[in-house]
Every structure is written in structure tokens, then in C-alpha cells.
């Protein structure tokens, strides 16, 4: 019989994986503690912006014209136990209020609510980003609370997906990372992913820990490179350098590749920041801190890139204050093809402007609503040319496509000042200074 399948949890991560284990032909039952989110998942809608999820979504949830009906959503725990064969779990697990360590609380509770469910032989995987050293707690756990004792198996299954790019990454993820504890968790795990499995998709069995590690390492790689030409950009400016073209240069080289080295006003989002603080402070518990402190340094020229941008707008209206001064802010969510506007670098710079008597104007084209909640103190457009009317100066800090196409001569029409501020090195400095832009980039001081 055809193995069903469960989702805990229907967040990003949730939502997205549930979706695309009824496209992947699987009976799918999703479940959150929030009955809000599962009306709208059963309507068809998603409670973010995702490229291509409402969609899929559309295409298998029970009760929609034309839908194949694979994929249902409830509240109950006792359907999800009776329903499932493999239960994933994809709650939240963010950083503890006022420390680096993350918060396993949500991970735990939905541990708690599944295992007395669990009657039959089943395999419980989990997806969320979680401290090396808790599937092994976990799994004790798990069989010491499931009725059907060790047949109620782990495995740890990370994910990697990149927010505008989550459904393609789940139907055709370029590795599949899978933590097992026996030949049967692997040979589920490969019937569930048998389709990316043909398609190419390499398939990594590990034990727990490695794979607990592998999404943490991943992430800790991907800031680091990130900070390394965020900390070159800094050089440059102080060298007359121009970091664009260094990226370039040192990106031709195999062994760094170019990938990742766009310096600008740093990483946020709900990962990479919250990731590495964690993988720290679970290092130190395990005696191995001093392993990781370089990622203090990667956190911290992160966070200086906010400070550098705020600090360059003051610079543009005259180096004093921002009081009386109107700046125009492109973007607000952490980057494109998201709404998510979760320690996003761009709102950080606009709030500190804000707090230092700047009146700043926000436009973004999927994180407003987001936003607004985040920061209701900021002005907000409906659109660029409104938000940049009248303004002192301009600050291009989220690199939407839509931003790149922006016509300069319209846009200088509006502004007060022909200023362009780019905090992601993506404008075209010619374009806009031959339409009479005083153009600067963070890295390119010459440029």
C-alpha cells in the first residue's frame, strides 16, 4: 500500500513540503495548532509569499474544483496518528529571547502530542534546523512514549531551502540529507523521495548528528563567504578599491567561485543569523567553542553593514543630521522573492534613520503588509516613483528585478536630490549617473 504521509507544523517549511509531497503523488495530511492557518491552507492560500506554492497547493487540496484531493489539513493529533506512515516535522525552532541558543520548545511539544498517537510501526522525521545532539534525545523520547514503542522510528531529514525558491528546492533538491538509525528509516525515506532520487537528486545517508550538522555547517559556510567580501568591501573603501570588481577576479578562481560574493548591507532573514548564533552556543556546550568563534566575527561585520549604510546616507545630506530629511528606502523584506521581512537588513537601516529623525519613506513589492506590523512607525508607497517623491536621497537596499528596471530619468524627476545609494551592488552605475544620479555603492567608493 502507498505510504501517507504527515506534516507538523505548516509554516514556510510546512506549508511548502506538504504541497510538494501531494504533487510527488502521496496522500498528504498537514497539521498546526493555529485553526487560522489551516481555514486558509483548506481554502487554497498561503499565509506567505512563495513563488509557485499557492499553486501547487491549489492543484491538491481536498474540496477545490479541479484538485486531486491529496492533501487535507486539520488540528486533530489523533487523525494525524491514525492517518500517517511518515510523520514529518517541520516546526519553528527560533533563537531564545536574550541568548544565542535556540528555542527547542515548539520541536519538543509536537514530540510530545505525536509519539502517545503512535500505535503502529511508524518513522517520525524531522525537518526543523535543530542543536547537534537532540534526534538522539529525541528518539529515546519518541520510543518511550509512542504505543508502538521502538517501531516508532527517527530520522533526521534537513532541509535547504532557499526562500523564492522552495518548491523547486523540495521537488528538485540538489542533495537529500537523510540521519537514519536503521535499513528500514532508509528505505522509506527513499520510497518518499524516489522521484527526486531518478531524477539525479543525490541521496547521503549519515547518522544523527552528521546530518543535524550538515544544514548548521551549510549555513555557517554560506555567512562566512558572505562576511569575507562584506569585510573586502570594507578594505576597499578604505584602499579606493573596488570590490565588484574584486569579486569578480577572485571569482573566476574553482575552489571560491562566484557565487555568494556580492558585498552589500549583509545577510538576515529567519536563518543565517539565527543559525550560526545557535551552532555557537551549542559548540560551547559541548567544549568546543573555541571551533567557532571566527562566526562571531562573520555575525559581527554582518551587523556592521547596517551601521556603514546608515552612515553613508548621512554622509549624502550633508554629514550631519537626519533631521528634516527625507530618504526613499527600496525593500524591506531580508531579499527578493519573499516576503520575509524577519531581521531584514533593509528595515533595520530604515528604523535606525527613522530613530535618528529621518522621515523615511518604504517601498516594497511583497513585504508592505509584513512590514507595516514590523515597523508602523515608517511611511510607506504604493509604489517606487511615490516613495522616492521628494526625497533627499535614495537607499536601493532589497535587489528585486523590478528595482534594476526602474528608469532613473523618471525617477529623477520625482526626487529632491538626485542621490543613489546602493546597498546591494546590483544598480548599473553608467545608466544612473548618465541620467544625473550621484551613484555610490558600499565597497566602490570610485566606482
Not at 19 to 32: K, P, Q, R, S, T
Not at 132 to 155: F, Q
Not at 255 to 260: A, C, E, L, S, Y
Request: charged share 25%; net charge negative.
Amino acid at each position: 500500500m502507498a505510504l501517507r504521509i504527515t506534516v507538523i507544523g505548516t509554516g514556510y517549511l510546512g506549508a511548502t513540503h506538504a504541497a510538494a509531497m501531494a504533487e510527488l503523488g502521496f496522500e498528504v495530511l498537514g497539521l498546526d495548532v493555529v485553526p487560522e492557518k489551516i481555514e486558509m491552507l483548506s481554502a487554497g492560500r498561503v499565509p506567505m509569499y512563495e513563488p509557485g506554492l499557492e499553486e501547487i497547493l491549489r492543484k491538491h487540496v481536498a474540496g477545490l474544483e479541479g484538485s486531486t484531493g491529496r492533501l487535507r489539513f486539520t488540528t486533530s493529533w489523533e487523525e494525524i496518528g491514525a492517518f500517517g506512515d511518515v510523520h514529518f516535522v517541520c516546526v519553528n525552532t527560533p533563537q531564545k529571547h536574550g541568548e544565542y541558543a535556540c528555542d527547542m520548545s515548539y520541536v519538543d511539544s509536537a514530540f510530545e502530542s505525536l509519539a502517545p498517537q503512535l500505535t503502529r510501526p511508524a518513522l517520525v522525521v524531522g525537518k526543523s534546523t535543530v542543536p547537534v545532539g537532540s534526534a538522539a534525545r529525541l528518539s529515546a523520547r519518541l520510543a518511550e512514549l509512542a504505543p508502538a514503542g521502538t517501531d516508532a522510528e527517527l530520522a533526521w531529514n534537513p532541509e535547504f531551502l532557499r526562500e523564492g525558491f522552495a518548491v523547486k528546492d523540495t521537488l528538485h533538491p540538489d542533495r537529500i540529507v537523510v540521519g537514519v538509525g536503521s535499513e528500514r528509516a532508509e528505505k522509506l525515506l527513499r520510497e518518499v523521495y524516489a522521484g527526486p532520487i531518478a531524477e539525479g537528486s543525490p541521496f547521503v545517508v549519515t547518522d544523527f548528528p552528521t546530518a543535524e550538522l550538515v544544514k548548521t555547517s551549510a549555513n555557517s559556510f554560506l555567512a562566512t563567504k558572505i562576511s569575507f567580501i562584506n569585510a573586502m568591501a570594507e578594505v576597499c573603501e578604505a584602499a579606493d578599491g573596488d570590490v565588484v570588481k574584486l569579486a569578480e577576479a577572485i571569482g573566476h578562481d574553482e575552489r571560491i567561485g562566484k557565487k555568494f560574493l556580492r558585498a552589500g548591507i549583509g545577510f538576515g532573514g529567519g536563518c543565517l543569523p539565527k543559525d550560526i548564533r545557535a551552532f555557537m552556543a551549542r559548540a560551547g556546550e559541548l567544549g568546543a567553542d573555541q571551533a567557532l568563534t571566527f562566526l562571531r566575527e562573520v555575525d559581527s561585520i554582518n551587523m556592521r553593514r547596517r551601521g556603514h549604510m546608515v552612515e553613508l546616507a548621512r554622509e549624502a545630506v550633508g554629514g550631519g543630521s537626519f533631521l528634516g530629511t527625507r530618504v526613499a528606502v527600496l525593500g524591506a523584506t531580508f531579499k527578493p522573492d519573499s516576503d520575509d521581512v524577519r531581521d531584514s537588513p533593509a528595515l533595520n537601516v530604515a528604523g535606525q534613520i527613522h530613530l535618528q529623525g529621518g522621515q523615511v519613506t518604504v517601498f516594497d513589492p511583497k513585504g508592505m503588509d509584513n512590514a507595516r506590523q514590523l515597523f508602523p512607525t515608517l511611511g510607506y508607497a504604493d509604489t517606487a516613483l511615490d516613495a522616492v517623491r521628494g526625497a533627499d536621497v535614495v537607499l536601493h537596499l532589497t535587489e528585486w528585478s523590478e528595482f534594476r528596471e526602474l528608469d532613473p530619468a523618471a525617477l529623477g524627476e520625482a526626487v529632491g536630490r538626485r542621490i543613489m545609494l546602493d546597498g546591494r551592488n546590483a544598480l548599473d552605475p553608467v545608466v544612473w549617473r548618465e541620467a544625473g544620479w550621484t551613484y555610490r555603492a558600499m565597497g566602490r567608493p570610485k566606482a
